[in-house]
Structure formats: structure tokens, C-alpha cells
């Protein structure tokens, strides 16, 4: 090490150790820190504590007492007074709201049909009026049967209670409400559904309840959701900070390809002020979100249920359980545990949210909740995304108002995609031309530097050669990479569109999906238990077009394997694209197709002959080098003479 070395050595580690110094906190600064993460811990771990103690009461309290044996032939009134005090014992100031019997009010707008009970109060299920599951039957997206949503809390005689446990009573309009239990929602107003449980304070005068408010819109998919705890002070215990909310929910298959809807099955949530995360959807996972969240959602591959609230969440804690493969009813088991800042001194209102409905790019972008990023249309790679909202969707919904089958629109936007690319698509024509007619030059210098130490004597002749020949040999290369992220973007876009959803063209049945001319008995590996004609036409126009690529390309001196390997990917796309959506493959056999008929016309445009006459005269022009060939050119100097005195050697 010389000296210099060991003196630049010593600077770096000086800058680094005085801007250490410099950027350290002050005493007063570090206090603080401590003070907020010491707030934030403290916070946490009493959620958690409550939240345990929780789910231990309600856990001891569920397994009734069964020790008292009641002779033969007690009469049942006597058997059913017994039971009503012991559900009294347990629930304490909710013990009258803890019997009743399960009605179910149906709430139906132009797009939604939910089934609110009056056990829980919560929605027992709900059906997009509008779509249909992949047997054709009605989309139900969800029942209380698969599903658990409750708030829990302490009461003031220390017992647990769950908000599904209570029987709740209907309200239309801050009215009690008596009318029949179908309930349409028409005109432009908002109708206000709501579900009271009543606690045995409650009095005219002193009013004492929980209740869930829903105000339900003639069109729409999202739903005002308001819960309130009103007049609580003595209910509720008066140590209670936070109030859990617990949401599980076992989402039912709704697609043709379960595995693929799978794979696009997982939570998704928004910090306050932050991007939206997602537990990664291809495998089992569960996370803590230790900062307030804006919203959750339990996302499906075209459907979700997201629940937002204003205010947000203070924590929470998701997690994702994938089915058995043998369970065909089922996908996963989705979960989510929140806590809501929670004052037991006033009546508490929680404003929320739910969304049930499409994975729609229009829909979901229309709330400005940044919900549409669920759709997976390539947002970690900005052109991806942006290609994708600012070009294709807004292109297809244009053409999606013209009622086109979808089949055509697709064609349609092929077109119009290798319209705008066509400029590129000739520019990397032109650029394999001129590689064409250097050829035989080109194959003449391999002959001049045939051994391999004159490798770089070779480059040098050959970069000189298209420098006097006025061709730059990466031309066609740059173009390629221009149209890469358009071919990406569409990958995205297209299994992803629900516009395509159990839409048919020709022989698919739904372009969301894979098309099959052929159900297998048995599976093949890497490849699947059906044929899709799809697949197969866009498999082959890959075969074609790497044929006559290779027919046209400059120098037989490839790569070894090159060949071999061009003609392996099309067998490979074979086995990925199987089971994809027909659309996507659709898209890209006719995107070949043009490819072949662009290539044809630009044969019969350029003249080789002419083009060949142009590149001698460029030879005789004086070449101008660039300050980067020169710095090139000096480079190669240093390395061959570098080369020379290691043979002295």
C-alpha cells in the first residue's frame, strides 16, 4: 500500500467519523425519540393485552356451564327460562340483547342485493346483481357462514362482549322500521339502513346502544358505514382505549381457473399517507401494521370487499391461509384483527366505509382511495402502469362504448398499438437490412482474424467498417427495447381486465380465462390437463416469426445455442401460456400475424440493392471520429499493447 493510499484512507475515515459527529442527535433530540417509541410500545402492547384478554373471556364465556343435570321430563318453559339466565349471566348489560330470533332484511340497489341480519346487525351476505360466478350461478361473494365481523369490547362488570352475539333491531331513516323485509332503493337520495342493539340501560329518556348504519346509494358499489356507541359511559369499561374490530372471512371461488384466481387472492392495505402493500399473494403470510391504515381489503382476482375508515385504523393484523388443493369451493382464508381509537367518557362514532364490488380500473379510480392499485397493471415499474392508465385503458374503454364484441376490440387495439410502433418496428427492419448487406465484408474480416488473439483486431475492423458504412450496428437492438415495455404492459393488462370476464369470442368461452378445444383425462406436467387453440396459434406464429428472423439476420456467427434456444421459447410459451387468459394469447397472435405482413411490405419498400449503392457512397466520405470512438479507439490501443508485453513475459 502506498502512501497515498494510506493518506486517503485516513481522510475517508475522518469525513466519515466527523459527519457522524456532526449529524448526531442532541440529548434533547434522543429524549424525545425515546419518549414517542416508549408511547407507541405502550400503546401497542395494551391493544394487544386487550385484545388477548378478549379473546380469552369470549373463548371461556362460549362453552356454557353444563354441570346442572335436569331430571326427566322437565318441562321445556322451565328448560327455556333456564337457558335465557344463564345467556343473562354472561352478558351482563347486553342480556336482553343477547336473545332473540334471526330475521333477515334484504337492501337492494342497481348493483348490490345484501342480506343484513338481525344477529350481529353485520351484512350476512351480498350478491353483484350484475355478474355471475364461473357455473353461471349467482355471484354470491361472501355469506355469514364463511364469514366473522364483530366489535369487541370489556363491559363495566367485566364481561366480554362480541357484537355478533347480540340481536339487533331494524331502523330506516333514524325510524324503527316495520315495513316488509325487502327493501329496493330507488330515487337519488341515500337511504340509511340501521341495526340497534339495545343495552338494558337503555330508556327514552338515557338512550344506550351499538349501532350499525349503512346508507346505501341507488347506484353504487361503495356503502357509508357508520357505527356508533352511544351512551356507553357506564357499559363500557371506563379503561378502554381501544375498541377491536375482528374481520375473518373464508372467500368463496368465483372463477373458471381456481389455482390462477388463487395465485390473485390475498389482503391488500393502505397506510395513511402511504402506498399500498399486500401480503404477496402466492404464498401463506400474516403481518403486523403498526401505523394507522387507511383501508384493508380482502381482494379476490376480479372482485373485492374493502373496508376504509376516516380516521384509520389505529394497528392491525392481517393474515392469509391458503385452502387445501382438494377444497374446490374455497380459496383462502383471509383475516384481519384492528384496533379504533376508543374514548369510554363520550359517544363514540366510527365513519366508515365498505366497498363490495369489481376490481373495475374506472370504478375503483373514480374513489381517489387508491384502490385501483389492487389491479395488477405493473405499478412496480412505472411504464408499465403508465402505459397502461394513460394509453391501453383509456383506448379500450373508447372502444369498449361501441359495444364491440370483445374478440374485435381486441384486434382493434392490436392494430392501432402496431400502427403507433410502426415507425419502430421500420427502423429495425432498415437496421437488419444494412447488417444483411455488410455480410460478406463482415464474413471477410472472420476470415483476415481467424484466431482468437486477434479477437480485438477483429472488433476494431468491424466497428470500423460500420463506422465508414454510416450503420450503427445497434439499431435494431434500441427499437426492440422501446416496444419492450408496451408487450409487458399488455401482459399486465389483459388477465387483469374484467372487462373480459366471461366474455366469449370464437371458440373462448371467457377471455378472462383459458380457452380449451380439449379436456385431458390426466395432467401434463408443466403444461396442464387441457389444449388451448389459443395457445397453439400463438406458440406456432412464434416459430414463424423466429424463422424468418433468423433468415434475415446479419451473421451467421451467433451465439452457440442461440439458435437452438429461439426455437425452444415458442415450446416454452407453450407451457406457460396454457393456462393463462385467451385474451393475452390472442393479443399476441395477432400481434405476430401483423408482424408478418409489416415485414412483407417493408421487403417490397427497401431495395437492397439501392440500399447497398447508398453504403458505398458513405464509405467514400471522410469519417469523422467522436471524442467517444477516439476514447474507444485509445482504450483498445492500451489493452492490445497491455496483451503484447504479457506474451514478452
Request: proline fraction near 4%; glycine fraction near 4%; aromatic fraction near 12%.
Amino acid at each position: 500500500m502506498t502512501r497515498d493510499n494510506i493518506i486517503g484512507l485516513l481522510l475517508i475515515a475522518a469525513i466519515l467519523i466527523g459527519y457522524s459527529i456532526w449529524m448526531a442527535p442532541s440529548e434533547d433530540e434522543r429524549l424525545e425519540a425515546r419518549r414517542i417509541q416508549d408511547s407507541i410500545a405502550e400503546v401497542q402492547q395494551r391493544a394487544r393485552a386487550e385484545a388477548e384478554a378478549l379473546r380469552d373471556a369470549r373463548e371461556q364465556e362460549t362453552q356454557l356451564p353444563e354441570d346442572v343435570i335436569l331430571p326427566d321430563g322437565t318441562a321445556p318453559e322451565l328448560i327455556d327460562s333456564l337457558e335465557k339466565q344463564r345467556i343473562r349471566s354472561a352478558m351482563g348489560f347486553f342480556s336482553n340483547a343477547a336473545i332473540g330470533e334471526q330475521e333477515f332484511f334484504t337492501i337492494e340497489n342497481d348493483d348490490l342485493r345484501l342480506n343484513i341480519s338481525t344477529k350481529g346487525g353485520h351484512i350476512h351476505s351480498a350478491e353483484l346483481k350484475n355478474f355471475k360466478s364461473y357455473d353461471q350461478s349467482q355471484l354470491i361473494l361472501f355469506t355469514s357462514e364463511n364469514e366473522r365481523f364483530a366489535f369487541s369490547f370489556f363491559t363495566a362488570d367485566n364481561r366480554s362482549i362480541s357484537t355478533d352475539q347480540l340481536f339487533f333491531m331494524p331502523y330506516m331513516n333514524n325510524r324503527p322500521y316495520t315495513g316488509h323485509s325487502g327493501i329496493e332503493i330507488t330515487g337519488n337520495d341515500v337511504q340509511v339502513f340501521a341495526m340497534r342493539a339495545y343495552t338494558d340501560l337503555h330508556s327514552a329518556a338515557t338512550p344506550s346502544y351499538v349501532e350499525f348504519a349503512y346508507g346505501i346509494d341507488r347506484h353504487d358499489f361503495m356503502i357509508d358505514f357508520e357505527v356508533n356507541f352511544v351512551g356507553m359511559r357506564q357499559v363500557i369499561a371506563a379503561n378502554t382505549t381501544m375498541m377491536s374490530l375482528d374481520w375473518q372471512s373464508n372467500l368463496l371461488r368465483q372463477e373458471k381457473n381456481r389455482q390462477n384466481e388463487q395465485n390473485n387472492t390475498t389482503v391488500y392495505y393502505k397506510y395513511v399517507h402511504d402506498e399500498v402493500s399486500r401480503i404477496r399473494p402466492t404464498r401463506d403470510g400474516a403481518e403486523r401494521l403498526s401505523t394507522r391504515v387507511e383501508w384493508i381489503s380482502f381482494k379476490q382476482q376480479f372482485f373485492s370487499r374493502a373496508l376504509i375508515t376516516n380516521d384509520g385504523f389505529v394497528n392491525a393484523d392481517i393474515q392469509s391461509t391458503t385452502a387445501p388443493e382438494t377444497d374446490e369451493e374455497f380459496l383462502k382464508l383471509l383475516e384481519a384483527s384492528v384496533n379504533l381509537d376508543y374514548d369510554p367518557r363520550i359517544d363514540n362514532s366510527f365513519n366508515m366505509q365498505w366497498y363490495i364490488g369489481p376490481n373495475s380500473y374506472r370504478i375503483l379510480n373514480a374513489y381517489d382511495l387508491d384502490l385501483e392499485r389492487q389491479i395488477p397493471l405493473g405499478w412496480g415499474f412505472f411504464l408499465m402502469s403508465w402505459i397502461n392508465r394513460f394509453a391501453v385503458i383509456p383506448i379500450f374503454n373508447y372502444l369498449d362504448g361501441f359495444e364491440l364484441n370483445y374478440g374485435i376490440i381486441i384486434l382493434i387495439l392490436t392494430i392501432l398499438l402496431k400502427i403507433v410502433l410502426l415507425p419502430i418496428a421500420y427502423k429495425t427492419y432498415l437496421s437488419q437490412a444494412k447488417m444483411r448487406v455488410l455480410k460478406p465484408e463482415i464474413d471477410e474480416l472472420g476470415k483476415k482474424f481467424p484466431k482468437k488473439e486477434d479477437a480485438m483486431k477483429k472488433q476494431q475492423a468491424t466497428m470500423a467498417l460500420y463506422k465508414k458504412a454510416g450503420v450503427n450496428p445497434m439499431a435494431g437492438c434500441v427499437p426492440m427495447l422501446l416496444q419492450l415495455p408496451i408487450l409487458l404492459a399488455l401482459f399486465r393488462f389483459f388477465p387483469a381486465s374484467i372487462e373480459l370476464r366471461q366474455q366469449g369470442f370464437l371458440w373462448a368461452d371467457d377471455l378472462s380465462s383459458y380457452d380449451s378445444i380439449l379436456d385431458l383425462p390426466f395432467t401434463i406436467p408443466f403444461y396442464g390437463d387441457h389444449v388451448s387453440l389459443f395457445t397453439i396459434l400463438m406458440a406456432g406464429s412464434m416459430v414463424i416469426y423466429t424463422h424468418m428472423n433468423s433468415q434475415m439476420m446479419s451473421s451467421s456467427n451467433q451465439m452457440p445455442g442461440m439458435k437452438t434456444m429461439m426455437y425452444l421459447m415458442p415450446v416454452m410459451m407453450l407451457g406457460i401460456f396454457n393456462s393463462f387468459a385467451s385474451g393475452l394469447s390472442y393479443y399476441y397472435f395477432l400481434a405476430n400475424v401483423i408482424t408478418f405482413g409489416q415485414m412483407f411490405i417493408f421487403k417490397r419498400m427497401i431495395d437492397e440493392d439501392a440500399l447497398h449503392a447508398k453504403i458505398e457512397e458513405n464509405k467514400k466520405k471522410p469519417v469523422k471520429k467522436s471524442k467517444w470512438q477516439q476514447r474507444m479507439e485509445e482504450l483498445a490501443k492500451q489493452q492490445e499493447a497491455a496483451q503484447k508485453k504479457r506474451k514478452k513475459r
